[in-house]
């Protein structure tokens, strides 16, 4: 089987994208799925991202971790998926996508892609774990997908890798797991961030729903204001902003550049894999 392929990145964070609107891209094979987004045998990129047929939208955007497994949503793939989905003609540039975690709206310009996020959610802030023989606090936040916020006063110190993981597969997260955001809050409403991203299992060039993360603990816990801008891994910049009253946010958006980088065809009869394909 042949398939077509876009490569993009949203703020660094990069991605395969796949117009599957006619529904034969064996998606659900994860070995397949993870075979693509390998680094040294595949494409490489951090998510896949399939464009579907949607009864409740312009289409549905199914994303997938390189190692194949189904996430609920992802912020910068999201702002991809509407470049892309505009590109091949699915939408317009005012749209709607589905997801995992409901609806998506997004809108296209000449200077990036904005979506607006679900409400944040289950928030559990100063937790306290110990991770070896150290004390690590930090804020628990889902945005989509949980996400676990250590603030941090050097960022560029931080081992991400080490203790990313540790806290990533740390009990308090069981069964799921959470992603791990390191950040270091600037003024005004300036800050920088680094995540270890779940399913990636390794730093990530970027991470929207993290930069969502980042953005809500910093307003309720530092007295940042939205807009509030996040300085990715890979140098770039997140605008997250919405309208917060009364301890609540609505209209939660996140916006940032998106790049087409190549197209290409991929053939599953020559790739390398760990299992087979139907």
Not at 69 to 79: I, L, Q, S
Not at 99 to 110: K, N, R
Not at 121 to 138: A, F, Q, T
Request: proline share 4%.
């Amino acid at each position: 089987m042949k398939i077509q392929f876009t490569k993009m990145h949203g703020a660094g964070n990069d991605f395969v994208l796949i117009d599957d609107r006619e529904g034969l891209v064996p998606w659900e094979d994860h070995f397949l799925m993870a075979a693509i987004a390998g680094r040294r045998t595949g494409v490489g990129c951090e998510g896949v991202i399939l464009v579907q047929k949607s009864d409740k939208a312009d289409f549905r955007m199914r994303f997938l971790n390189p190692d194949g497994t189904e996430v609920e949503m992802c912020g910068n793939g999201a702002r991809c998926a509407a470049a892309f989905a505009n590109a091949i003609g699915a939408s317009g540039t005012a749209l709607t996508m589905e997801t995992m975690c409901g609806l998506v709206d997004a809108q296209l310009s000449d200077t990036g892609v904005c979506v607006w996020m679900p409400e944040p959610s289950k928030k559990n802030y100063g937790l306290e774990l110990k991770v070896g023989e150290e004390i690590v606090c930090g804020d628990f936040i889902n945005t989509g997908v949980p996400h676990f916020v250590v603030q941090v006063p050097n960022i560029s110190a931080v081992d991400v890798q080490g203790l990313g993981r540790a806290l990533r597969l740390h009990p308090a997260f069981a069964p799921d797991g959470t992603n791990v955001d390191f950040v270091t809050f600037r003024t005004p409403n300036r800050m920088t961030m680094r995540t270890y991203e779940r399913g990636v299992e390794a730093e990530s060039g970027a991470c929207g729903t993290g930069a969502v993360a980042c953005a809500v603990v910093a307003v309720e816990t530092a007295k940042f204001t939205l807009p509030a801008k996040v300085k990715t891994t890979s140098g770039y910049e997140l605008v997250i902003d919405g309208d917060w009253r009364h301890q609540k946010c609505t209209g939660l958006t996140l916006f940032g550049p998106v790049k087409f980088v190549f197209t290409g065809e991929i053939d599953t009869e020559r790739m390398e894999l760990d299992g087979e394909i139907d």
